[in-house]
């Protein structure tokens, strides 16, 4: 008896780990289907990168946050928004979206940083003001860090900056995990994100309530395998990640404008973005009363403040001025 229910479990739990598959393989299709690229792909060092172009103007460069991708600055608004007066280049970071993340490398922000530097040098950016949200702001922080020349300017959006215990390291690592890993998120992993994920989205709108753009959020985009991977990959790198930036913040040359909820149940804004404020030589912190972890869904305007402020920082870049402008340029810096 013990070995013929033994046998029986076994036999059901292989029947619904089949059906499980088929079911997400099928979703994920669907979702494919349904959001087809709409961006361009750039190729850099084998790693093939899809990103989302509008507008013209000074560039700027949108790095979005962990489970989602750059549809979140479109539902947002944000990338319309600063498309009206900006050269917008918002791109799936590697594993995200459509952008490929080879599992030969660790996907640290600095690696994805140099990746993302080389691939705007190949699309023919010459400078940037780069915007991070969320898990971004560790990417844009360390690109800022490498390319102080290129980068003209930060914007941070509800950062993660420093070490701090997280239960979600240890709960939601699991499908980056070879094999065992593999298996769960083709499979079961996308099912119990799925049923988790109102509860997820509650907690990073809150204490507002969830905002009606982020329904347009393509859901099963997220809950791919791949995208599975990716998420839980850098949920595990998330503590050691910000150990080691926070170490070389005071090296920041480039000015930042932080922005943060007060009321953030994702990111305590006090324990990063107060204190990243006041690490860093050129920055200014605009802390936003009674918003949470989704502050470029709460409050457009403050984030379109904070990109506007440093562009007016840093001034327009010298290959976009008109030869007029760049005539009395030069007769300003030469006293005339």
Same mark, same amino acid.
């Given at each position: 008896?013990?070995?013929?229910?033994?046998?029986?479990?076994?036999?059901?739990?292989?029947?619904?780990?089949?059906?499980?598959?088929?079911?997400?393989?099928?979703?994920?299709?669907?979702?494919?289907?349904?959001?087809?690229?709409?961006?361009?792909?750039?190729?850099?060092?084998?790693?093939?990168?899809?990103?989302?172009?509008?507008?013209?103007?000074?560039? #700027? %460069? *949108? !790095?979005? =946050?962990?489970?989602?991708? &750059?549809?979140?600055?479109?539902?947002?608004?944000?990338? $319309?928004? /600063?498309?009206?007066?900006?050269?917008?280049?918002?791109?799936?970071?590697?594993?995200?979206g459509y952008s490929e993340r080879p599992r030969s490398t660790v996907w640290t922000p600095d690696k994805q940083a140099a990746l993302l530097h080389r691939a705007l040098g190949q699309i023919g950016v010459e400078s940037a003001i780069v915007l991070g949200h969320s898990w971004g702001t560790m990417v844009a922080l360390a690109m800022g860090l490498q390319q102080p020349g290129?980068?003209?300017? #930060? %914007? *941070? !959006?509800? =950062?993660?900056?420093?070490? &701090?215990?997280?239960?979600?390291?240890?709960?939601?690592? $699991?499908? /980056?995990?070879?094999?065992?890993?593999?298996?769960?998120?083709?499979?079961?992993?996308?099912?119990?994100?799925?049923?988790?994920?109102?509860?997820?989205?509650?907690?990073?709108?809150?204490?507002?309530?969830?905002?009606?753009?982020?329904?347009?959020?393509?859901?099963?985009?997220?809950?791919?395998?791949?995208?599975?991977?990716?998420?839980?990959?850098?949920?595990?790198?998330?503590?050691?990640?910000?150990?080691?930036?926070?170490?070389?913040?005071?090296?920041?040359?480039?000015?930042?404008?932080?922005?943060?909820?007060?009321?953030?149940?994702?990111?305590?804004?006090?324990?990063?973005?107060?204190?990243?404020?006041?690490?860093?030589?050129?920055?200014?912190?605009?802390?936003?009363?009674?918003?949470?972890?989704?502050?470029?869904?709460?409050?457009?305007?403050?984030?379109?403040?904070?990109?506007?402020?440093?562009?007016?920082?840093?001034?327009?870049?010298?290959?976009?001025?008109?030869?007029?402008?760049?005539?009395?340029?030069?007769?300003?810096?030469?006293?005339?």
């Amino acid at each position: 008896m013990g070995s013929t229910g033994l046998s029986t479990g076994a036999i059901l739990t292989a029947i619904g780990l089949a059906a499980s598959f088929f079911y997400v393989r099928a979703r994920t299709k669907q979702a494919e289907r349904e959001n087809p690229p709409l961006g361009k792909f750039v190729e850099v060092d084998g790693v093939r990168l899809h990103y989302l172009e509008r507008g013209t103007g000074p560039t #700027l %460069v *949108l !790095l979005h =946050g962990n489970g989602v991708y &750059s549809k979140d600055f479109e539902t947002s608004g944000i990338l $319309q928004r /600063a498309a009206e007066h900006y050269h917008v280049i918002a791109f799936d970071r590697p594993g995200f979206g459509y952008s490929e993340r080879p599992r030969s490398t660790v996907w640290t922000p600095d690696k994805q940083a140099a990746l993302l530097h080389r691939a705007l040098g190949q699309i023919g950016v010459e400078s940037a003001i780069v915007l991070g949200h969320s898990w971004g702001t560790m990417v844009a922080l360390a690109m800022g860090l490498q390319q102080p020349g290129f980068v003209r300017g #930060l %914007v *941070l !959006l509800s =950062g993660y900056f420093y070490p &701090s215990m997280r239960l979600d390291a240890f709960t939601l690592t $699991q499908p /980056a995990v070879p094999i065992v890993g593999d298996l769960l998120r083709y499979t079961v992993s996308p099912l119990i994100t799925r049923a988790l994920w109102p509860g997820m989205t509650k907690r990073m709108f809150a204490p507002k309530p969830v905002d009606s753009r982020f329904n347009a959020f393509p859901v099963w985009m997220a809950l791919r395998p791949k995208q599975l991977r990716a998420a839980a990959a850098e949920t595990a790198l998330m503590i050691p990640s910000a150990a080691s930036l926070s170490k070389r913040y005071a090296e920041l040359k480039v000015p930042s404008v932080i922005v943060a909820g007060t009321k953030d149940r994702v990111v305590d804004a006090g324990h990063n973005s107060e204190r990243l404020n006041e690490r860093l030589a050129m920055s200014q912190l605009e802390l936003v009363p009674g918003v949470g972890h989704m502050s470029h869904y709460a409050h457009p305007d403050r984030v379109m403040a904070a990109i506007d402020d440093i562009a007016a920082q840093v001034g327009e870049p010298a290959h976009m001025r008109t030869p007029e402008a760049e005539a009395l340029a030069r007769a300003s810096e030469s006293g005339v």
